[in-house]
Structure formats: C-alpha cells, structure tokens
T-cell receptor
Framework: ELKVEQNPLFLSMQEGKNYTIYCNYSTTSDRLYWYRQDPGKSLESLFVLLSNGAVKQEGRLMASLDTKARLSTLHITAAVHDLSATYFCAVVTPPYTGGTSYGKLTFGQGTILTVHP | DSGVTQTPKHLITATGQRVTLRCSPRSGDLSVYWYQQSLDQGLQFLIHYYNGEERAKGNILERFSAQQFPDLHSELNLSSLELGDSALYFC???????????????FGPGTRLTVL
C-alpha cells in the first residue's frame, strides 16, 4: 500500500526566511501533486509534477520531484505571511500496481506553515 | 473557484441518521472522486466514479455508498451515522478516467458534516 510522509508537520517561519518541506512516498509513482489548504477551505492545486527531475516554480514556491529517491520537495523562498496555510503532497497510485486503486490520490499528513512577521 | 460544486456546505445531524451529500463536477469532467478529511485520519480517498461506473474504492465504510448519475453529478450517502463520521467531505473531478491518463483533480468546497 502506498504511504506518503511529509516533514515537518509543523513549520513556524519568520518572514523573509527560506525553508523546505519534504514529501517521501513508499512505492514507485510518476505523478505527484502539491496542494494548499486554508483553514476550513478547499484544496487549491499548486503544482503537478509528472516526471523525474521535474521542477516547477510559482512566486515564492518551487517544487521538485525525484522519482528514484521517491522524494518531492516544496521550497519556500523569502516567506511572507500570505503563505501561511497547510500544504499537502499527494501521490497517484500508479496503474501497474494492479487492482482498481490506480489513479487515486494518497495524501501526506500535511504541513501546517505559519509565517511570523 | 475550481468549478466543482458541493451541497450542502454544512450539515448537522444526529447519530443513527442518514444524509446525502451532492457533488457536481466541472463541465466536461467525467470522473468524480470522494475524500474524507478528519483530524485523526487526515485526507482519505473514499471512492472514484467514471462516467457512471465505479472505478476504485478506498477506505469507505459499508455504511457509506455512492453513485454517479447520467448527468455526471454524484451523491455520497452516509447512513447509521456515528460521532466519528464528523468530518469534511470533499469531492474532486477530473476529465480523465485515472490510470495512465493525466489525472489532475480539482476539488470542490467541501461539505462539513457534524454528527451530534
């Protein structure tokens, strides 16, 4: 069964600092997503990473994927208060695992990010 | 706004009751996924429908069932409700059937269920 682990689970940052959130997963997959969730709200898609070595950037966030290491990172540059939210990575169960669970998303526990002035 | 709609936004009910949550996917999307988000279990996949057909099942209790109708909207039925069923229920939609197809999922606003 696919397992996805994020760390850290809680991240308190000062504005202007850099930090990285890590997402490890247990079985091979070539598709990984990062979502943002504000309290009580829905999940907003941030990045879709489709291949080994994929790197995507949007504003102060940059995501990368290493399928060989089964690792994705979400790097935050010069954090601002507006980035405070919970960040989830999610991995797609690949089709070749058999059964009917392929295509489903398995989520990490989430990283609660708080940016302080 | 993702284009996925869910009703109701909030639902408060008592133990033992039955409720129905409704989801309308984005225009053109044939796949609907249901997820449950709770403090102790996190975000968990429940079930996936594609064009009216069940495609995958996750950690869905026997007391829960779902279906997707010809107009592609989906309903999640929760019966014999227990306190532990209190959670945020999301549906998501995608254009593809899953598997090898590109499968970005767009999430609705969620239904917050409170069982008293």
């Amino acid at each position: 069964e696919l397992k996805v682990e994020q760390n850290p689970l809680f991240l308190s940052m000062q504005e202007g600092k850099n930090y990285t959130i890590y997402c490890n997963y247990s079985t091979t997959s070539d598709r990984l997503y990062w979502y943002r969730q504000d309290p009580g709200k829905s999940l907003e898609s941030l990045f879709v990473l489709l291949s080994n070595g994929a790197v995507k950037q949007e504003g102060r966030l940059m995501a990368s994927l290493d399928t060989k290491a089964r690792l994705s990172t979400l790097h935050i540059t010069a954090a601002v208060h507006d980035l405070s939210a919970t960040y989830f990575c999610a991995v797609v169960t690949p089709p070749y695992t058999g059964g009917t669970s392929y295509g489903k998303l398995t989520f990490g526990q989430g990283t609660i990010l708080t940016v302080h002035p | 706004d993702s284009g996925v709609t869910q009703t109701p936004k909030h639902l408060i009910t008592a133990t033992g009751q039955r409720v129905t949550l409704r989801c309308s996917p984005r225009s053109g999307d044939l796949s609907v996924y249901w997820y449950q988000q709770s403090l102790d279990q996190g975000l968990q996949f429940l079930i996936h429908y594609y064009n009216g057909e069940e495609r995958a099942k996750g950690n869905i209790l026997e007391r829960f069932s779902a279906q997707q109708f010809p107009d592609l909207h989906s309903e999640l039925n929760l019966s014999s409700l227990e306190l532990g069923d209190s959670a945020l229920y999301f549906c998501a939609s995608s254009v593809s059937p899953g598997g090898r197809s590109y499968n970005e999922q767009f999430f609705g606003p969620g239904t917050r269920l409170t069982v008293l």
